[in-house]
């Protein structure tokens, strides 16, 4: 099957390479001359990389690359059984390429979109047969990324979401399939990760360096949470929480923080522009942790246990299954844990204890537990059994 790539930025070309090293040929389509000779570049780049590592031989490297047409013209879909669009977040922008697109390709064509945060439904709706549009989540890199999101809109048909989500399996991706609603999974449950450890910053319990020894030493997660803000940017994670925020009608769970908003009206990105809640200059000094084991777990407990009722009420709201869950969260997310397994492991009742002392101290539906995880208790089932 030929597959269409729209948009050659880092995700773009990165699907586009998935696709190619699958054996696909692949068009690769990008309005702007300059990025489109950039993804070309880059993807050599890559390529020989692998080559010198010796994780792909010079035929391979050279067949992988062959196969992708680097084009600004779009016409050049024609014949395409999936389109995959990976363009600037701009629903108005979306909307008009996914209506013009439906004019190049056959009807059996699917149209996929890689939206972080648009809803799949309003793409849809820009074409006639919304029936063949879906979301198809990657994570960056996409070609190191196991995880895909495979998010069927209501519009979409039975039948795309098995021929999308067979194609993406048969690439070796993990795909999960989730309900199409803000943040999907992965953008949803992780809101505390970064969320409570900013508040627990702006209470003054501990600093960033300390709030991340105590998520990486004691909590098992491979970043902290200030030390993946700075290599994702503040700007794009502070976008992401708004507009998850605005998305789920204000729901204080996932209030933004007015600490990550400064820090991003001061260009305080990470490490992009140098600086973030670390200073990455030459000559800056190291933040040390202050290493203190009872309040490093506490740190821990607070965030994992805001992370399990995020993804408990994902399961209570039929999201994704318990299995999708975890998975998305190993494999989208690097967890060292699936969290509902974690949940069965530290003891639901421990962990509705816990949101239920934080809910009464702060007095803030932030820490509500989800209906779901007091029945359980109740009944005293687990996820996983
Ligand atoms: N960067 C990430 O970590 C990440 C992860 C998952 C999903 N996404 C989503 O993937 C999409 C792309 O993100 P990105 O980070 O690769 O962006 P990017 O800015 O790196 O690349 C976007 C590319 O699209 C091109 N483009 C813009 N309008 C176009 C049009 N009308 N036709 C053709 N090309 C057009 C731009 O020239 C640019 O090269 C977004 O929807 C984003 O939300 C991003």
Redesign the pocket.
């Known amino acids: 099957m030929k597959i269409g790539v729209?948009?050659?930025?880092?995700?773009?070309?990165g699907i586009a390479q998935v696709a190619a090293t699958n054996g696909h040929n692949v068009v690769l389509?990008?309005?702007?001359e300059e990025?489109?000779n950039n993804?070309r570049g880059k993807l050599q780049k890559i390529l020989a990389r692998l080559v010198e590592k010796g994780r792909i031989d010079e035929s391979t490297s050279e067949l992988i690359f062959s196969r992708i047409e680097f084009t600004t013209t779009?016409k050049q879909f024609v014949g395409c059984g999936l389109i995959i669009?990976?363009?600037?977040?701009r629903l108005d922008?979306?909307k008009?390429?996914f209506s013009e697109l439906e004019n190049i390709v056959g009807n059996e064509c699917i149209l996929a979109?890689?939206?972080?945060?648009?809803s799949v439904a309003s793409i849809a709706a820009a074409c006639d047969k919304s029936e063949r549009v879906i979301g198809l989540?990657?994570?960056?890199p996409a070609p190191l990324m196991p995880l895909v999101e495979v998010i069927p809109a209501v519009q979409t048909s039975e039948s795309t979401v098995k021929l999308a989500r067979d194609l993406i399996d048969s690439w070796g991706k993990v795909t999960v399939l989730t309900k199409d609603t803000p943040g999907f999974i992965v953008n949803r449950v992780a809101r505390p990760f970064y969320g409570e450890a900013l508040k627990i910053y702006e209470e003054g319990i501990a600093d960033f360096a300390t709030i991340d020894w105590a998520m990486t030493e004691l909590g098992g997660f491979r970043m902290g949470p200030f030390t993946l803000m700075d290599f994702?940017g503040n700007d794009?994670n502070y976008s992401v929480t708004e507009s998850v925020f605005s998305a789920f009608y204000y729901d204080p769970r996932y209030r933004p923080s007015l600490t990550q908003k400064r820090y991003s009206e001061a260009g305080w990105h990470g490490r992009k522009t140098g600086r973030g809640y670390y200073n990455y200059s030459e000559n800056a000094v190291k933040s040390e942790p202050s290493i203190n084991k009872v309040v490093g777990q506490e740190i821990v407990d607070r965030i994992v246990v805001m992370l399990i009722n995020e993804a408990v009420d994902a399961l209570f709201l039929n999201i994704a299954t318990t299995e999708d869950l975890d998975l998305a969260m190993t494999k989208g997310v690097n967890y060292p844990k699936g969290l509902l397994s974690w949940a069965d492991e530290i003891g639901l009742n421990v962990v509705l204890k816990r949101l239920e002392a934080l809910q009464d101290l702060y007095g803030d539906d932030r820490y509500r537990p989800s209906p779901l995880m007091k029945r359980m208790v109740i009944s005293g089932t687990k996820f996983i059994n």
């Open positions: 729209l948009g050659s930025g880092a995700m773009g070309s389509v990008d309005t702007d990025a489109i993804a779009n669009e990976a363009i600037v977040e922008v979306k008009i390429v979109t890689n939206t972080s945060s648009l989540h990657f994570f960056n994702i794009i």
